[in-house]
């Protein structure tokens, strides 16, 4: 069973940055759709960036468009989410998510079967 293991969060400073990484247990080159997802404080669990499995495009979500960035390191099988000019309304659980997913599911939550457990992200104003 793939297991996904997530860490790089912290307490960060509106407009600052953090990268986040997310370690599969396993290989995940060419197999798995991998994403994040982020949940914050009284709210549902949402949708952040995701990349194909194919390696054919990355995708996210509008409200960070143009400030994170995801990204993965095929060869060190690393997945990253490199976050910059944080808000506070950035703030929440990140998680890090793996799926044979096709591309008009990339941004369902329910399209991933393994999950991390968890970083959390905490931007100050």
């Known amino acids: 069973q793939l297991q996904l293991m997530e860490s790089g969060g912290g307490l960060v400073q509106a407009g600052g940055s953090l990268r986040l990484s997310c370690a599969p247990s396993?290989?995940?080159?060419?197999?798995?759709?991998m994403a994040w997802f982020r949940q914050g404080p009284g709210k549902e669990r949402e949708f952040v960036a995701a990349?194909?499995?194919?390696?054919?495009?990355?995708y996210y979500a509008d409200s960070v468009k143009g400030r994170f960035t995801i990204s993965k390191d095929n060869a060190k099988n690393i997945l990253s989410l490199q976050m910059n000019s944080l808000n506070p309304e950035d703030t929440g659980v990140y998680y890090c998510?793996?799926?044979?997913?096709?591309?008009?599911?990339?941004?369902?939550?329910?399209?991933?079967?393994?999950w991390g457990q968890g970083t959390q992200v905490t931007v100050s104003s």
């Open positions: 396993e290989r995940t080159y060419s197999r798995y759709s």
């Open positions: 990349v194909h499995y194919t390696g054919s495009g990355t």
């Open positions: 998510a793996a799926g044979r997913v096709i591309t008009s599911a990339l941004t369902s939550q329910s399209s991933y079967g393994y």
